[in-house]
């Protein structure tokens, strides 16, 4: 019967003993989880920055955008009125060409009159 309760003793020292090695084992898996639950949190944390920054870098290209279609229509405003400007300055060039031609004309007659009553 001694026996037999020593046999039980030592069973349950072992079955304790094995217990309290699962319990530090679930403490161990505790501590883990608490450590991936704080990994995690980091990570939510960066990915809110990260759309944040993304928020904001498509609030600068949208801008960015519009001041390039500003600066598009802008530049050709300019050049619609460059080429105005350049028609007027031709026109004004073929005018006085042809003023010039009709001087010229003119001379050239007047000369030959000039000539013609010199050697009359």
Do not use: P, W
């Not at 003793?9 to 898996?29: A, K, P, Q, V, Y």
Request: glycine fraction near 4%.
């Amino acid at each position: 019967m001694e026996q037999l309760l020593r046999e039980l003793l030592d069973r349950f020292t072992g079955l304790e003993n094995r217990m309290i090695g699962l319990e530090n084992r679930f403490i161990g898996l505790e501590d883990r989880m608490i450590g991936l639950e704080n990994r995690m949190s980091g990570l939510e944390d960066r990915m809110t920055k990260l759309e944040n920054n993304m928020q904001e870098v498509r609030a600068e290209v949208r801008e960015l955008n519009q001041r390039v279609d500003r600066l598009e229509k802008t530049l050709q405003e300019y050049h619609a009125e460059n080429i105005n400007a350049d028609n007027v300055i031709l026109e004004k060039v073929r005018l006085t060409h042809d003023r010039l031609d009709y001087q010229l004309s003119r001379i050239a007659k007047a000369e030959e009159q000039l000539h013609l009553l010199v050697h009359n």
